[in-house]
């Protein structure tokens, strides 16, 4: 195994520690902008739940990946301090240290805010103390009727194994006492509770009283667990969670058949080692440490938990609930005024470019274009890109369709996008099975690049018209996410396309692009020269500057180059060093949507130039994916996209953090100044 960093990264050359956050612990950073918008009274309350489950679902991925995967390394005593310099051992610490702050956070908004202001607004979740006599029957008749044929309880002892426990999963640690046992004897069950049997449980209308009424699943199972042992005394019943390494690891370059052997990988996945315990903050040490010994994990894995062990279920509510106050007002996308047109889009995208800026407008036109591809006698071909799409993607139909009507479609589908493996695998056999032409990109290489081409004859010979975007080709993350798209027939661009698709279908050599940066080829020396360039410029004088939706840029700084990043998740550049980074300013902003869009700018002494992209400035990104960045060539959408993705967020006063030089974030004050939010600036703007 070739030496590894302590985040996986592999081995480069070693960088001047003090310059650089940890790549972990920015992670964590971004979980806590996340709360800040659970304590935030200004958002509709079942909002604010929500925000409070993903950053119990944020943190689970953590320990399932960058936690999990520290831990391997350290097992194997090959990882290394990355470019931050902190030793691994050390990073583990200050990682349980901080996630240790966070829990206590998120458990204090839901316990002392959330729950108290929910009964308010007429949701309660009760536990048993709270339970009425009419309650109590209904639960007692869930358990026996519902709950009590599907569990299996396994007692703890020398004839029976610790079990595999499943990632995730909700279990009871049970200690109990026979009626008939001699002295204080007590006996240990273990319940799995299978997840056919939902989480959270609302009360009937007539059981519950006023309002919306709901019980955790596990509180219920803990108050009856005297039921699964009629002949014992339970002496105390605590649920537990496991979270297990997920990644899965695989080689392509070993592998025939790389769908098959993830195929094969994805059933362990939920049995990986464990890497974190939850339990009760209630359960004896004894208990939380025979279950921590039998998962071979220490003390420092194991987290206790002032409330439900899983915080993620609690965001059921606010899909269950039709409650409109409590919720950020509804918003219809706006259909792009080209759109509104009834020319056919092949028509109106001959005409002029086209820019499509999700989720304030709306990502229909995507789908239609491919409808029209699909059903038009003159498109003879098909090219497709997908790294998130889902299983019910409407793209799907119209893919089938045109190879039914005898188009020459094919479609890259990256099977690695992690925890969408299934979802890929089984997408890429239906469009196999009716006639799509699927192929995975290239070996070693994710294939990130968003891209959609359709060749169409038409009188003046063939033309070709591509869909670039930065964000994933799927309908419901468009309503969630940032990003922005581009309809396009330029034929620089679109014969660029052309070429990455010919080389993710056939393996070909190095390809020359006129327009498109292309990883792991030339974004990163592009973006590199780009970069230079704002030196030299500063040097001589000029004015300088980059604006850009990621990170990086030292060197840059030093020259004098005013520099601006829109960071949404973990950033390790430290800002704000006296004499290397003061002209750097990191931000983030945390709202309504998931910002996604990638975006970098360049001032090139008054003759800007902008590009969108797939990539962030990453390593993996750069040099390790199949990624493009596209210009933005028409100078009134140029200017329509600086403005709306990078000028919009700067001047954004309330929702934005800024990232000091010591790694942590501060919120924005709008002071004297108007208050001005970026997402809803352009929502108000859109007409949304």
Same mark, same amino acid.
Request: proline residues 5%; hydrophobic residues 45%; glycine residues 6%.
């Given at each position: 195994m070739s030496e590894v960093t302590a985040d996986g990264a592999s081995k480069a050359e070693p960088a001047a520690t003090g310059l650089f956050l940890n790549r972990e612990l920015a992670a964590l950073e971004f979980n806590f902008r996340v709360l800040a918008m659970a304590h935030d009274r200004g958002v509709p309350l079942l909002e604010r739940v929500r925000y409070l489950s993903i950053v119990a679902s944020n943190l689970d991925e953590f320990f399932e990946v960058r936690v999990a995967m520290l831990q391997y390394y350290l097992a194997c005593g090959q990882a290394l301090p990355g470019p931050d310099g902190i030793p691994p051992a050390e990073l583990a610490r200050r990682i349980r240290a901080r996630v240790l702050e966070l829990i206590a956070d998120a458990y204090a908004v839901w316990r002392d805010e959330l729950q108290p202001e929910l009964a308010a607004s007429q949701v309660h979740f009760s536990t048993r103390q709270q339970w009425s006599p009419a309650q109590r029957r209904w639960l007692e008749g869930y358990v026996e009727d519902s709950a009590l044929p599907m569990l299996s309880p396994l007692e703890m002892d020398a004839a029976h194994r610790f079990p595999r426990i499943l990632s995730k999963t909700l279990n009871i640690a049970i200690v109990m006492r026979a009626a008939d046992a001699p002295g204080d004897a007590t006996r240990t069950m273990l319940l799995g509770v299978p997840r056919s049997l939902p989480r959270l449980l609302r009360l009937p209308d007539e059981i519950g009283g006023p309002g919306d009424h709901f019980v955790l699943l596990a509180e219920v199972l803990c108050a009856y667990a005297g039921r699964l042992c009629p002949d014992a005394v339970v002496l105390g019943a605590w649920p537990f969670r496991v979270t297990r390494n997920s990644e899965l690891l695989v080689d392509e370059g070993e592998v025939e058949n790389l769908a098959q052997a993830l195929k094969q990988e994805l059933p362990a996945r939920g049995y990986g080692h464990a890497a974190r315990l939850e339990i009760g903050i209630d359960c004896p040490d004894d208990v939380a440490t025979m279950l921590a010994a039998n998962l071979q994990l220490d003390a420092g894995n194991v987290y206790r938990c002032d409330g439900p062990v899983n915080l993620v279920r609690i965001g059921q509510i606010h899909a269950w609930l039709d409650r409109p106050e409590l919720k950020f007002a509804p918003f219809t996308p706006r259909l792009p005024e080209p759109m509104r047109s009834r020319k056919s889009l092949f028509e109106q995208i001959a005409q002029h470019d086209i820019l499509l800026h999700h989720p304030y407008e709306s990502f229909n036109p995507v789908i239609d274009l491919l409808r029209q591809a699909a059903l038009d006698p003159d498109v003879l071909g098909i090219k497709q890109t997908l790294y998130r799409a889902g299983e019910e993607t409407p793209l799907l139909e119209p893919l089938v369709d045109a190879a039914r009507h005898g188009k020459d479609v094919t479609v890259v589908i990256e099977l690695r996008a992690r925890f969408d493996e299934a979802a890929n695998i089984h997408l890429a056999a239906r469009l196999h099975e009716n006639g799509v032409q699927v192929v995975h990109g290239v070996v070693g290489f994710k294939t990130h690049a968003k891209m959609l081409l359709i060749i169409r004859r038409e009188r003046s010979g063939l033309r070709r018209y591509v869909h670039l975007s930065t964000g994933n080709y799927h309908q419901l993350n468009s309503r969630m996410y940032t990003d922005i798209g581009l309809m396009t027939a330029d034929p620089e661009i679109t014969e660029d396309v052309h070429k990455v698709f010919?080389?993710?279908?056939? +393996?070909?050599?190095?390809?020359?692009?006129?327009? +498109?940066?292309h990883s792991p080829f030339t974004l990163y020396p592009g973006v590199i020269e780009r970069i230079e360039r704002e030196t030299a410029n500063a040097h001589a004088g000029r004015p300088a500057r980059i604006m850009a939706r990621l990170n990086a840029l030292n060197e840059a700084s030093q020259a004098g180059v005013e520099i601006d990043l829109v960071v949404r998740g973990a950033c390790t550049l430290r800002p704000g060093l006296h004499g290397i980074s003061e002209r750097i300013r990191v931000r983030s902003? *945390?709202?309504?949507? +998931?910002?996604?869009?990638? *975006?970098? !700018?360049?001032?090139?002494?008054?003759?800007?130039?902008?590009?969108?992209?797939?990539?962030? !400035?990453?390593?993996?990104?750069?040099?390790?994916?199949?990624?493009?960045?596209?210009?933005?060539?028409?100078?009134?959408?140029?200017?329509?996209?600086?403005?709306?993705?990078?000028?919009?967020?700067?001047a954004d006063n309330t929702q934005a953090w800024l990232l000091d030089s010591q790694g942590r974030y501060t919120r924005a004050q709008p002071g004297q100044a108007t208050p001005y939010s970026a997402q809803q600036g352009l929502l108000r703007r859109f007409g949304a």
């Open positions: 010919q080389q993710l279908s056939g +393996l070909g050599p190095i390809i020359r692009l006129k327009r +498109l940066l902003i *945390v709202g309504r949507f +998931l910002e996604h869009s990638r *975006v970098y !700018w360049f001032a090139n002494d008054g003759n800007p130039e902008l590009f969108c992209a797939s990539a962030d !400035w990453m390593e993996r990104n750069l040099l390790r994916r199949i990624e493009i960045a596209f210009p933005i060539s028409d100078p009134a959408l140029a200017a329509r996209t600086f403005e709306e993705t990078l000028a919009n967020a700067l």
